[in-house]
């Protein structure tokens, strides 16, 4: 009786150790969460309005090309445009003669493109407010995913721990929280999707 008694204790407290596991993983994908909305808001909306607007005269464009191995049997190759020329901003206060951006083609020598000056040496096509606050929805929904695994993780303290652990932790939430995840992830899943199609048709 007391050598069963001894293995009822240890399979109680490995539970809880699990499930503080669990909650302390939940709150890390909280924080993630949060880091890639911020993220999100720097690199769409925030700094579409804080650069400089203008055109690129185009001098000449190429492309280059990546390869993701060494192999020649698998590697990938990669390419990306770029285009070369002068930079003036709309209000005169900035020119480069030597700027250069990614590009969507490749355009001829005098074509002029929309642009923003995002840095002291740095550039990109203007593809206006529409494109800068896709790139901010894609950050933005794909964040719902780990926060939703974050909430219900801090709830039921899941901690990836296999079928047993998903068992048991769907068993213990609240059938509120088990719908607001379900919507969590699908609401991010469809709105990453679309808006990396509007980012990239912008």
């Not at 808001?41 to 055109?55: E, H, K, M, Q, R």
């Not at 896709?134 to 990836?160: E, K, Q, S």
């Not at 939430?173 to 992830?185: D, K, N, P």
Request: aromatic share 10%; glycine share 12%; proline share 2%.
């Amino acid at each position: 009786m007391a050598h069963v008694h001894g293995n009822d204790t240890t399979n109680a407290t490995a539970p809880r150790g699990q499930a503080g596991l669990g909650r302390l993983i939940g709150a890390g994908l909280i924080l993630v969460s949060l880091a890639l909305m911020a993220l999100g808001a720097f690199l769409g909306p925030y700094s579409y309005a804080t650069s400089t607007p203008g055109t690129l005269t185009v001098e000449t464009c190429s492309v280059d090309y990546k390869y993701s191995s060494p192999s020649s049997s698998s590697r990938k190759r990669t390419k990306t445009k770029w285009c070369y020329g002068t930079f003036t901003a709309t209000d005169g206060t900035a020119k480069d003669l030597n700027a250069e951006l990614k590009s969507d083609a490749l355009y001829k020598r005098g074509d002029i493109l929309e642009a923003r000056k995002t840095g002291d040496t740095s550039y990109q096509q203007d593809h206006g407010w529409v494109g800068a606050i896709a790139v901010g929805c894609v950050w933005w929904f794909g964040a719902l995913i780990p926060l939703a695994l974050g909430l219900f993780g801090t709830d039921t303290g899941f901690a990836f721990g296999g079928t047993s652990d998903a068992r048991r932790s769907q068993q213990a939430a609240s059938q509120g929280l088990l719908g607001t995840v379900y919507v969590l992830i699908a609401t991010g899943l469809i709105g990453f999707a679309i808006s990396l199609l509007v980012m990239f048709f912008a």
